[in-house]
């Protein structure tokens, strides 16, 4: 079974910084890519970022040049650096893999989520 795991939220005020973490850990065969995704109340869950083996990086237009997603494929890890951030960027961010836990099934894990709050 996988678990992913975030870590990293909290409450920052406008223009501030975090950086969220997710940590995969369990049984799996391979990691196709990892994702951070968000979702604000009454809105739907939507992409961020996400990044795959090979390191290809994928960035929502509203986060472009203030987001910076990583990976460590040896410590099946991944980051969200957030720089300038924004009110309108207070959800909650979940963290979702795209793994093949056997050769022959794939897929989409999810985190517990965990909230951004950007408030001054």
């Known amino acids: 079974q996988v678990e992913l795991v975030e870590s990293g939220g909290g409450l920052v005020q406008p223009g501030g910084s975090l950086t969220l973490s997710c940590a995969v850990s369990g049984s799996f065969f391979q990691i196709v890519s990892l994702g951070w995704y968000r979702q604000a109340p009454g809105n739907q869950r939507e992409l961020v970022a996400s990044?795959?083996?090979?390191?290809?990086?994928n960035y929502a237009d509203s986060v472009k040049g203030r987001f910076a997603i990583s990976r460590d494929n040896a410590a099946n890890t991944m980051s969200l650096q957030m720089n300038v951030l924004k009110p309108e960027d207070t959800a909650v961010y979940y963290c979702?893999?795209?793994?093949?836990?056997?050769?022959?099934?794939?897929?989409?894990?999810w985190g517990q989520g965990t909230q951004v709050t950007v408030s001054s």
């Open positions: 979702q893999g795209r793994i093949y836990s056997t050769p022959y099934q794939f897929d989409h894990d």
């Open positions: 990044i795959n083996s090979g390191h290809a990086t």
